[in-house]
């Protein structure tokens, strides 16, 4: 990683240029030479005094390992440093030789090849600091969380960091009974309670409930308010702290997105312990889930799972228009009315900026384009679709081996019916084991499911480049299939789950939790298992950064079976990009 980057590279040859008048340490300041090298090439002009010859890279540095042998074997000392970066040099030259400098490369569209090089990483730091006992909290903190279930998912996670950030005792939070979903289903009906307490216990003390001795102690009821949207650690020190010291028992309402996105690592690793670890369904939910997986995989070796989120309320919230007529202008516009703060929008607008939803028939076209064949086996998830069977029909001629968790567990699924968020949990578990999942928008499941995708090994996550998309659509009836397959491809790079989409510190965390996402030492077995798998294929640039290895955490409930089954995809250059923004205010339609 930061040899390959210190090194400066032209046709084929790593070389520090026309410095010979400076000193080592010059290099240096120049930012030419890393800290710890010393294997250099110099200027021939600088040795000679003429003309420049090009010297063997090989030979210099193999001149310097027998020089250092020589030292070595007198001095009893070994510089196993030098030594250690000349044979990765040597490597690096080697593999950039063979595959070939910053070309493209075939990609497999079922499976990121450089996953393996990174695991997921919350553990508490030796210096973490102990929960306060429950006694000498600064008192209980009430949690209202808000929307659907993704939604108060990511309420929940920061629940638990505000309560550490306060020293509170956290009650196990309220769940949302009044949102467009009406589901009155409580967290225990949901997530495994006592595993939510245990796994948490060396982080913050929780409660189900305030005891009833002190709450008979109070002299007022509890004090209830609402902290702003993305608040700071500070805010609650500075404004929420003194409340709660002063009347023990504090509720903070509308509990989402209410904790700023960039907090320090060890408040980035507690969220990631309580989203990836304690946040645990219940049995029921788990084994109707786990049930459907199994479903899924006795049918095929690996399947898609698409989050479809085209449901009559998302379309309304959108402000976009699918060609429906007066009809779905006034149907849409009827359901929009429900947020009187929502702007109103320009159809044709929101679709040139990509924030609307891409149609069943445009995923599935975007998915035939990414090299998906006319076999490949989906599982769809999704609410009441706009339009019924009427809209899915061109996905399913696209893709005719489609189900749905009706289709597959009809009889085991009655139980639930009447709850929208425990549908939405099984949903979310086939989805996190599917080989490879898919979106059509960039909602709050959306986000939620890429980031434990990548915390759980970098598996395959495909979210449509609408803006990009939007304009292949509109002339796709224009242009030859190879060439709309081609640009697909070009416009979906950096939008498939690789490793490197976004920098550290881009984007929402809960959608790139990269301080929880750690890097394996390098090995330089890792470079000849590389070059063998890909000297068959069209080449790929080599990533400097993706050194290490990706390990799924046993600890996490799921039912996940690694395939090694492997199908060449398509072209991509490892571009990176930005997440998608959301709309400040009503995000609970996403989920």
């Not at 029921?284 to 889930?289: A, D, K, S, V, Y």
């Not at 076209?365 to 998906?372: C, I």
């Not at 510190?505 to 750690?518: A, D, K, Q, V």
Request: glycine letters at 6%; a positive charge; one cysteine or more.
């Amino acid at each position: 990683m930061g040899v390959a980057k210190s090194w400066r590279y032209t046709k084929g040859v790593f070389f520090l240029a026309n410095h010979h008048s400076h000193k080592h340490k010059n290099l240096k300041q120049q930012n030419l030479v890393p800290e710890h090298h010393h294997c250099l090439l110099w200027d021939a002009a600088a040795v000679g005094g003429g003309q420049r010859r090009r010297i063997s890279w090989t030979v210099v540095c193999g001149v310097m390992l027998f020089v250092l042998g020589l030292v070595s074997l007198f001095s009893g000392h070994v510089a196993s440093d030098l030594e250690w970066y000349s044979h990765r040099l040597v490597k690096q030259r080697f593999w950039k030789k063979k595959v070939g400098p910053f070309s493209a490369a075939r990609v497999d569209i079922w499976k990121s090849d450089f996953s393996k090089f990174y695991y997921g990483c919350s553990e508490r730091s030796p210096y973490y600091a102990p929960p306060t006992r429950q006694l000498l909290s600064n008192g209980y903190l009430l949690i209202a969380a808000s929307g659907g279930l993704n939604q108060q998912r990511t309420g929940i996670t920061d629940a638990v960091v505000v309560a550490r950030i306060l020293n509170a005792t956290l009650v196990i939070p309220e769940l949302d009974h009044h949102s467009y979903w009406k589901d009155n289903s409580d967290f225990a009906n949901i997530f495994d309670v006592n595993w939510f307490i245990s796994f948490l216990a060396k982080d913050v003390p929780i409660v189900k409930r305030v005891p009833d001795k002190f709450m008979r102690s109070l002299e007022k009821p509890p004090y209830t308010m609402r902290v702003p949207r993305k608040s700071e650690p500070q805010f609650y020190l500075d404004e929420v702290l003194p409340i709660l010291e002063k009347r023990r028992v504090l509720q903070l309402t509308k509990f989402d997105y209410r904790l700023a996105n960039d907090l320090d690592e060890e408040l980035q690793r507690l969220r990631c312990r309580v989203n990836y670890h304690a946040l645990r369904f219940t049995k029921p939910i788990q084994n109707l889930g786990k049930k459907i997986v199994m479903e899924m995989r006795k049918m095929a070796p690996r399947f898609i799972a698409i989050h479809l989120r085209f449901e009559p309320d998302m379309l309304a919230f959108s402000g976009c228009y699918y060609g429906g007529g007066d009809k779905e202008r006034n149907e849409l516009g009827e359901i929009r009315k429900r947020w009187a703060t929502l702007p109103e929008t320009s159809p044709d607008g929101e679709r040139k900026r990509g924030k609307c939803p891409l149609t069943p028939h445009e995923v599935g076209l975007m998915l035939r384009a990414l090299g998906f064949e006319n076999n490949t086996y989906l599982y769809v998830a999704s609410g009441e679709i706009y339009g019924g069977e009427e809209t899915l029909k061109p996905l399913r001629e696209l893709f005719p081996n489609f189900y749905t968790k009706e289709m597959l567990a009809s009889e085991e699924l009655e139980p639930f019916l009447p709850y929208s968020s425990r549908l939405a949990a099984i949903d979310y578990i086939v989805c996190d084991e599917s080989d490879v999942f898919v979106t059509n928008n960039n909602g709050n499941m959306a986000k939620i499911l890429a980031g434990r995708r990548r915390y759980m090994g970098h598996k395959r996550t495909i979210r449509p480049n609408a803006k990009k998309l939007n304009a292949l659509f509109l002339k796709r009836e224009k242009i030859p299939w190879e060439s709309f397959a081609k640009k697909v491809k070009a416009a979906q790079q950096g939008f498939l789950g690789e490793p490197d989409e976004v920098k550290t510190g881009r984007g929402e965390f809960y959608e790139y939790p990269s301080t929880c996402i750690c890097k394996k030492p390098f090995k330089f077995p890792d470079l000849d298992i590389n070059y063998n798998k890909y000297q068959n294929l069209t080449k790929l640039p080599f990533n400097p950064e993706a050194e290490s290895e990706y390990g799924r955490n046993e600890e996490d409930q799921g039912v996940h079976n690694a395939q090694s089954i492997k199908n060449a995809g398509f072209s991509e250059n490892h571009g990176r990009s930005s997440s998608v923004n959301e709309k400040d205010g009503v995000d609970f339609l996403a989920d």
